[in-house]
Structure formats: C-alpha cells, structure tokens
C-alpha cells in the first residue's frame, strides 16, 4: 500500500474496517507520522521501515493532504456513541475549507501530541471531548488552510488576500484560476507552516452550529461497524476467564480436566485476574469455562453486603469530615435560622452495563505487541501493555476500534491486562470476551452514596444556610490519587461544592467511607448523586418555605443571567405558571456541569402503582454548539441513561457478590418507557461545554420533585420506590 | 452437516449442533453485524430472521436452523439502502451503534407482518430491544418514515 505507514485510513463509505483490514493483513501496527518535534516518543518499528509516500503534506498532528487530492484527518478520541467522530472533524473541516463529504478519518495512534489537556492523557471522558479539541483543532485546520493559500499565492505571484479557499481548492479573486489542495502539496512542502493563524469569525462558518450528519452511521446502520468484539485477526484465539466471584478473592486451586474436553479448547491458563480459557471460538471458551472446577479462597470480603456498607456509610452521616467548600458559619446560621430542616438521601449503586460488554484482543510478539480495544484510555493500556510485555512503549500500538459504550467504564484496564496475559501465554493473538455476567459482575461501580442535607429560612422564607455532607468511597483514590487533597475527592462533590446558589452561610462536606465494592467513574460524573440530593432538598425548602420552586431558585441565581434565562425559559416552555394536567406531576431541576448548564422538568403520572415519565423539558445552554442535532441525541441518551437509574434497578450486594447478573435482575429503561424528550437549545457566545453527561444529573431530582408535587411523598432515595 | 440457507445463499455447516446461531455467524462465518449482548434472550442485540420471524441468535442453536432460511443484518439488503436502514440515517438514530443490528432486524420482521405499523405496534415489537444509549424516540420515527413510503425519502 503506498500509505502504509500512514495509519488506518477511514473513508465515509468504510469507516472502521479494521476486521477487514486485519484479515487482509494490511497496514497494521503503523503509527501516523506526526512532525518529529510533535512526537518526542520513539516510533513505531513499522513507522521507521514505512517508505513515506513521496506527495504528501502534514502540517500538523490532525491534517495530512494528499498528492492525489485525498485529505485525512486524525480522530484522537474514541468514538462511544457521543459523536466526536463527527464533532472534531467538524472543527478541523471549518477551518481547513473542505466538506466533510471530502474527508477520510484516521484513528490516531498514541502519541503526546494526542494527550487530552483536560484529562492530562491521552483519554475520552468527562464530557471533554469537544472542550478540549475547541480550539487546537480550529488552529490545526486553519494552519493547513493558510499553507494552502500561501502555496497557491506564490504559484499565481499573487497576493494571499487574494486568494480564497473553498471545499478543498484554493481560488483566484480572478474567478478564473483555482488550484486543488492536492496540486498544491508539492508547492506547499517547500513553505513554512504559518506562526500564527487567524480563525474563522462565527458568522463565516459553515459547518459549526449546523446538524451534519454523523460519519459513523452509514456503517452503524449496515451491519459493518466494527467494536472491539468484531475484530478479527489471523490465527485469533478466543479467550474468557474464570474471576473469583468476591471482591479480592484469588484462585485457590483449579483443575481443567473436564474443561480440556471440550472441543475446540486450546489452553487453559492462571493469569493475573484468575483461570483464562483459551479456544477456537467464543463458545468453545465458554463452554469451556463452564467445566472449569475452581476453588476461590476465602476473604473477608465475603462480608460484603448492602445493609453493611448503609450501615457503614450512616456511621458517616454524624462525626468529623472535610470540608469541600464553606462560607460563612452555617452552625451560627441555622442555630439563628427561623426555619431549619434536614434530611437524607441515599444514592444506590449502579452498574455501566455498556451494551458491549468489556474486552480486548492483544497480539503480543516478541518485539511488538498490537492491542485492539474499544478503549477510553489509550496511553493507559499503551503503559499496562509495556508493564507486562516489557516492550517500550514505541513498540506497542494501540487501535481503538468503536466503543459500545464507554460511560467510565472503558477508562479502566482491567480486561486489556487479560488480554495481554493470555496472547503473551500462547504467542497467538487473543480475543478476551467478558460475559454480560462478567460485566456485571466486576463492574467498577457509580458508588452509593448519603447525602446528610440540613437548611435555614429565615421569616421571609429566604434561604439563609446550606448544608450538604457527602458520604461514600472514594473514585479517584484509586484513578487518580494526586487529585484528592485535604481529604477531598473532587468527583465525589462535584455538583455540591461548586453549588450556584447563592446563600449566605454554606458548607459542603465529604466524609471518606470506602467499601470492598469496585467503584468508579460513571456518566454524569459526581454531578448524577450529589444532584439528587441537592435540587430535590432546594424543593424541600421552597415547600417548607411556601414558595415555588423555580421562584426560589430564580431568587436564589439573581446573580446568575445564564441561569436564569434557564429558568425562564424552562418555566415558558413547560407552561410552569399554568396548573399541571390532571394525574400528572411536574418536577424541576437545574445542574450546571462541564461548563454547560440544563435545566429539565418532568412529568410524570402513576401507573400501576409505579412512576412513569411521560414527558421530559430540556433547557440546554452549552455555550458555542458545534453540531445541534448531536447534542440533543446526548441528551435523549442521557435522559434514558439516568432513568434506568432512577427508575429500575440498582446493584446490590449479599454474601461478597453482586446480586444482578443480567437485564432480567437490572432491567434497562425499555422502548416503551421512554418519554417524550424536548429539547431547546440557548444560543451563546460561550465556548462550548460538554453534553455527553449533561442530560443524566437532572433528570433523577427532576422525576423525585415530580413525584413529590403528585403524591406528596418526598422520595429521597434511587432508585426510586414507593412507599404508598 | 447442518444445511440452511444463509443471506439467500444454501449453506452446509460441520460444526457443534448446540452452538448457538449467534457465534456460528461471528466467529465461523464472518458475519459480526450480529451482535452479543447478553446471551439469554434479554437484550435483542443478536436478533436475526428465521423464515422471516425475529429470532435471538444467542439461544437458536445451529440444529434448529436445518433447513431453514436464515437473514441477518448482512443479508438485509444487497445495498444497504433498505428502507429501514434508508430512514435510520435520514433520522439519525444510533449513537453507539451497538445495538442497532437488532433493532433494524426487529423493525424489518415488523415491517413484514405490519407494514403500516401502529404506535402500539411498533412499542410492543421494539421493546424486545434494548438500548443504553437511548435512542429509543428516534426508532420509533425511523419506522414509521420506513413504513410512509410518501415520506421515505423526505
Ligand atoms: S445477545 Fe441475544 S438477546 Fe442478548
Ligand atoms: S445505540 Fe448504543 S446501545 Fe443502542
């Protein structure tokens, strides 16, 4: 191929054939040649032998054009269902002048230049994806655009002012003379990229703030995309592993005899995370797996279970703790307060369940090791794969693949380190594929969580104190250590500590509790708990105050015209000031996370004894909007994300186990079940916020306050049930 | 030797009868558009045609598909412009994408019984699908664009 050595080259007709191009043997293992003072990482062996095709210019990390006119731009983040394969091309396109209908995708490889500045790594989460490509990738695009027009000016002697750049070619003001970006390549070769570029103005834009089409969902809708489980390479092993159900639990003893029968079975192996069974096919694994005879030892961890860890959290409710934030004296002023109350929440556990489940497929070599992954964190599995081959980092490639579903989970490297395990066992490329049992099983968990609440009015039932104390495990121990100082965990007060609301005298709280359980990062972020129990007491003040609820919180965000243009849009749009139809119930909630700001009511109606959302209201101020049609698909979805939450299931514990196993013991939100979602976008100049966890916080204190004006029952604990 | 028809094409297959449909296509034939979700019949992401009814391939073993005519999100169109999938993008419906072979083969089996489904219709077949990115609202407008011939390509 004259571009091996280019990376995977993704066209809109065949987006991600990575199975196709992996069964042909082609143009794998490549790392994208960045500019040598943008890579100061070793290259790969692959990208040193690769001829470098003789007509090609790469301006910078994000753009390579063409001789023969192709234009490929570089997708650093992982696809999960978001849409940044569509969002960040957006933004190189708009400054670079070509179509998206002209470009060809490439998923970049590791490399520092591809490092997220808001996660420090190179990583998709948080809702960043968009923040932080913003502005570097308009920079990129127009870097290469303004090298396009210097080439054609110094072709033409002409003047670059005169020369305009359009859907991939470079015209003469003339209106005779035009060039295409690929006829200019040679010419441009020989220019310096410009120091410093001008971006386009808004009002020139055409591609930013327009519903493009996703690029992904041709492929999506014909069957071809490819995850992590569709990859398929020659001589591929199947694998699954048998895990001691118990947290900290390990092998004790193990015979194979039984599993050795099975036909198709290859090898069955004692890796790191427990007894891998290594077959021809998926199913001769888990057949496999099935006759596996494995004693687990014994941990103390088989005390786990979900009164204990209540109990253990309600120890926290009371005693010492750290302070998150704090102004003025809260004690003083709910001690002077005329009106105090209190009240607690409870935040239940809850699992990813991504509809595709965990799993890796590694090839490990001697002198390379290829990983392909649906992966959140690619210079994470780069450093585990080089940890337990001990290759250099230069030597291993990571391909990340689509994503069915992320959410946090894939950020972890738990199943990448099995794979790796088992191809360096057998010296043959291996699929590892957890079952949704597995997946369940050992999920890195959204944590439960207390919430101790406690408020003051004074006699004109104006909100005068704050109180909120978080307590639950800490996520960022384990995930990020460096983060946690004074004893707080920023994720798990986030939405709590940075409260807009203005009150006096406030102190937010967050008391450490760890548990056995495996917990992690979850959509919506820290905001999905400590939302809950904020917007829903903000309600329990306003009725013990007589006022209405988006009253209080208008009177409470005086200060605050972002939000309160939410608020006065969200009341006009959800008919607020008119009584509710007969049977139903509205509920408000307004979060401000990721830099953006939501503002949901909901209605809801009983049903059998059992709450039902029946239509949802969204106010969305996420600053600049890239593409209007993505952001409202993030928001359905985190709508439906969060209502599995707060309406379904939750994960529970008994004997060290986790309870649920499948969608029959943790039912998803179903067809049938999802509301009505509406949707207004605010303009604003504001650069843009995240989206992709937006919609999950409100939606929980949204359905509860609903609840609560139907039935007057405060519902202070998810998911969700109730008592009458 | 198990013989079906597969995407229009006979097929003879010498493989473990008890294998379910769903790794017979994945990891024997090459068809991964058939998708695993959960391996009990709960979440609909492998569902495929058996004679024209909607099937979970992860609890259909080979043995019950001799002679019969199997269809899956490969064989839905020679081009990939049947109208479901026509509508699906003109709606915008998936996001990750893992779900959608089955929801696609589920509104195809559907489309065939009812080819002007109703609301009701469409919720009860649908819900036999999960999806954790919830795109639910824009499935039930891809159908009935689908099912609108007068509207198909609007
Ligand atoms: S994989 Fe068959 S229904 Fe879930
Ligand atoms: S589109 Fe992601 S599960 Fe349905």
């Known amino acids: 191929m004259a571009d091996a050595g280019v990376g995977r080259r993704l066209s809109r007709r065949s987006l991600l054939k990575i199975g196709a191009l992996a069964g042909g043997g082609l143009a794998l293992g490549i790392h994208l040649p960045v500019r040598a003072e943008l890579d100061p990482e070793p290259r790969s062996a692959d990208a040193k032998t690769a001829p470098e095709a003789p007509v090609e210019l790469a301006p910078n990390a994000w753009v390579r054009i063409h001789g023969d006119g192709r234009i490929e731009l570089v997708l650093a983040r992982s696809e999960m269902g978001q849409g940044v394969m569509t969002a960040l091309p ?8 070509v179509g998206l209908d002209q470009v060809q995708l490439v998923i970049a490889p590791v490399a520092r230049v591809y490092a997220n500045r808001l996660l420090g790594v190179q990583a998709t989460g948080e809702s960043t994806s968009v923040r932080d490509a913003w502005t570097p990738l308009r920079e990129a695009g127009a870097a290469a655009r303004a090298l396009m027009i210097a080439a054609a000016a110094s072709v033409w002697e002409a003047l670059p002012s005169d020369c305009q750049a359009r859907r991939g070619r470079v015209h003469h003001s003339d209106g005779v003379r035009s060039l295409s970006y690929g006829e200019l390549v040679a010419t441009a070769s020989g220019l310096a990229p410009p120091d410093r570029v001008a971006l386009k103005s808004p ?40 895990r001691c159900p118990v947290p900290g639990s390990r092998v004790l003893s193990w015979r194979a005899a039984e599993t050795l029968k099975v036909a198709g079975v290859v090898d069955v192996l004692a890796v790191r995370n427990g007894i891998g069974v290594v077959a021809e096919s998926t199913w001769a694994a888990l057949q496999g797996r099935a006759r596996l005879d494995v004693s687990c030892r014994p941990t103390v961890n088989a005390n786990l279970d979900s009164q204990r860890i209540r109990s253990r959290l309600r120890i926290g409710l009371k005693g010492r703790s750290a302070v998150a934030r704090k102004s003025g004296d809260v004690s003083l002023a709910l001690a002077a307060a005329a009106h105090e109350i209190e009240a607690v929440y409870e935040v239940g556990f809850q699992p990813h369940a991504c509809m595709e489940p965990m799993n890796c497929t590694a090839d490990v070599q001697p002198d390379r090791c290829a990983l392909y992954v649906p992966t959140q964190a690619q ?11 001990g290759l250099a980092p230069g030597r291993i490639s990571v391909h990340t693949s689509l994503l069915g579903g992320g959410d946090g989970r894939r950020l972890e490297q738990d199943f990448v380190v099995d794979a790796l395990e088992l191809s360096l066992r057998v010296h043959r490329p291996v699929q590892v594929v957890w079952t949704r049992e597995d997946d369940f099983r050992h999920d890195f968990f959204r944590p439960m969580t207390l919430h101790r609440l406690r408020g003051g009015l004074d006699a004109e039932g104006r909100v005068t104190a704050w109180f909120h104390r978080v307590v639950g495990p800490s996520v960022l121990a384990r995930l990020r250590p460096d983060s946690i100082r004074d004893g ?95 049977g139903l119930g509205r509920g408000l909630a307004l979060v401000a996370a990721f830099e953006s700001l939501i503002a949901m009511v909901a209605e809801v109606a009983l049903e059998g004894g059992r709450v039902r959302v029946h239509r949802v209201f969204c106010v969305v101020d996420c600053g600049r909007v890239v593409n209007p049609d993505l952001v409202r698909g993030q928001i359905q979805g985190g709508v439906a994300y969060g209502l599995t939450a707060a309406l379904k299931g939750e994960i529970s514990f008994t004997d060290g186990q986790v309870d649920q196993l499948d969608f029959e013991q943790y039912p998803l939100l179903r067809f049938g079940e999802m509301p009505e979602v509406v949707i207004d976008i605010l303009p604003s100049d504001a650069d843009p916020g995240g989206v992709s966890g937006l919609g999950v916080p409100p939606i929980a204190p949204a359905v509860a306050n609903a609840v609560f004006a139907l039935t007057g029952e405060r519902v202070r604990s998810l998911p969700i049930r109730l008592a009458s | 030797m198990i013989s079906l028809t597969l995407n229009g094409e006979p097929r003879a297959l010498d493989l473990d009868p008890e294998m379910p449909l769903l790794w017979v296509l994945r990891d024997h034939l090459g068809l991964m558009g058939t998708k695993y979700g959960c391996g009990k019949a709960e979440c609909g992401a492998c569902i495929v045609h058996l004679d024209g009814e909607p099937v979970n391939a992860c609890m259909t ?42 929801q696609i083969m589920m509104a195809a089996a559907l489309l065939n019984k009812h080819p002007r489904p109703t609301d009701a219709q469409i919720e009860e077949a649908m819900s036999r699908v999960l999806c954790r990115c919830g795109t639910y609202e824009r499935i039930r407008r891809a159908v009935h664009r689908a099912a609108s011939p007068e509207v198909q390509n609007g």
């Open chain 1, 90 to 97: 957006m933004l190189l396109a708009e400054e670079l002048e």
């Open chain 1, 203 to 242: 009002a020139a834009w055409t591609l930013i703030g327009t519903s493009q089409q996703r690029l992904d969902t041709p492929e999506k809708v014909s069957g071809g995309a490819h995850f992590g489980l569709d990859i398929r390479l020659p001589g591929l092993l199947f694998a699954t592993l048998y």
């Open chain 1, 379 to 389: 210079e994470g599995a780069r450093a585990i794969a080089s940890a337990i081959t």
């Open chain 1, 488 to 582: 707080i965990d920023p994720f798990m007060v986030e939405g709590a500590a940075d409260i807009a609301y203005e009150i006096p005298d406030l102190r937010i709280e967050y008391r450490r509790a760890d548990t056995p359980a495996a917990v992690g990062l979850w959509r919506g972020g820290g905001y999905a708990h400590t939302s809950f129990a904020a917007e829903c007491f903000l309600d329990e003040l306003a009725a013990a105050a007589g006022q209405d609820p988006l009253m209080m919180r208008r009177h409470l965000l005086a200060g605050s015209p972002r939000h309160l243009r939410l608020l006065d849009r969200i009341g006009e749009r959800a008919g607020w000031g008119a009584a509710a139809t007969q």
């Open chain 2, 61 to 102: 073993p080979l043995s019950q598909v001799e002679g019969r005519s199997v269809t899956t999100i490969e064989g839905l169109s020679s081009d990939g412009r049947h109208p479901l999938q026509l509508a699906w993008i003109i709606e915008q419906v998936p996001q990750c994408g893992y779900c959608q072979p089955g």
